[in-house]
């Protein structure tokens, strides 16, 4: 196996936060398990132990996007399902989360129907164009009808029902390293959770289950807010009851990153104040439970206002 990937470039990744699984070469079934070996060997891994983040392998997948929006006739989405992966290596073990890029363009195809106003859509993307990738995907789905993506991802904010799987002591928060002359080169800072499936299943199943059971808000907006919440939580849940028991699921903030600068990153606690918001909804304190929210939700509408400035 090669070393760790390394990957030095001036590209940004965009403000995008991402959810992944990674499961254990065993879980794949023949062929893929022998194509994933094989990546894995002819590429390394992407981090080595679970204090090592991605970030290079992210450069790279972005770089990839980058180029397939510079072809000569652009197109919605890959003709052809990636065969590339995260590659993680943890006390021994191999673990694989595949890119699956043309199923992930499918679903931000539809996250950007719903988001643009028709006209603008249009503009981005001719009806006849949308056409073509929903028939296409049908057609895909016919023939893959388990299909599910390994990845999830957010632009602009990391959204509050993933912040229930992961405990504060799964947090890794590595500075930026300035650059080091050719040798070193620069490393970007990074921020990631990692944990368990296990781990993510009960935190997930009990943070669901103390917002299912706790006293309505009173408040029409806040009250359809915890119902989304709750709803989000649930989806999250039954995605990962997709996957492997024994994989490795990542909280990582991705591009974030370069948006937020180091002392916001360094300071930032949102996973561990919904820990502490679930934990006082179980033990029946509404208005702690209360504050936790307004807090992480604050937090985070003041990220997503800065899509609007220029």
Do not use: N
């Not at 009851?241 to 490795?248: I, V």
């Not at 208005?287 to 997503?304: D, G, N, P």
């Amino acid at each position: 196996m090669r070393s760790v990937t390394a990957v030095r470039t001036s590209v940004i990744p965009p403000y995008a936060a991402h959810l992944r699984v990674y499961e254990p070469l065993a879980a794949y079934p023949e062929p893929d398990r022998t194509r994933w070996q094989a990546w894995a060997a002819a590429h390394g891994p992407d981090a080595d132990g679970p204090r090592r983040p991605v970030a290079g392998a992210a450069l790279a997948e972005q770089r990839a996007a980058l180029a397939e929006l510079a072809a000569r006739t652009p197109r919605p989405l890959p003709e052809h399902e990636d065969d590339r992966a995260y590659v993680r290596v943890v006390d021994g073990v191999t673990y694989v989360c595949p890119w699956t890029t043309r199923l992930r363009s499918w679903q931000a195809l539809e996250e950007l129907s719903a988001a643009l106003p028709a006209a603008l859509l249009d503009t981005v993307l001719p009806p006849a164009v949308r056409a073509a990738a929903v028939a296409d995907r049908e057609r895909w789905r016919a023939e893959h009808p388990d299909a599910r993506p390994w990845i999830l991802t957010s632009r602009w904010e990391v959204p509050l029902r993933w912040f229930p799987l992961f405990g504060e002591e799964d947090r890794r928060y590595l500075p930026a390293v300035p650059d080091r002359g050719e040798e070193g080169g620069a490393e970007p800072a990074a921020l990631f959770y990692l944990t368990s499936m296990v781990q993510a299943r009960r935190r997930v199943a009990r943070g669901y289950r103390a917002l299912r059971l706790r006293p309505s808000s009173g408040s029409g907006e806040r009250e359809a807010r915890s119902r989304a919440l709750v709803k989000g939580v649930e989806q999250v849940g039954r995605w990962l009851e997709e996957f492997h028991p024994r994989s490795l699921v990542e909280l990582d903030y991705g591009g974030l990153v370069h948006l937020l600068g180091p002392r916001w990153l360094a300071e930032e606690r949102s996973v561990g104040e919904i820990e502490a918001g679930l934990a006082a909804l179980r033990s029946g304190d509404g208005a702690a439970a209360a504050r936790a929210y307004e807090s992480v939700t604050a937090r985070w509408r003041q990220v997503l206002a800065l899509r609007q400035s220029s």
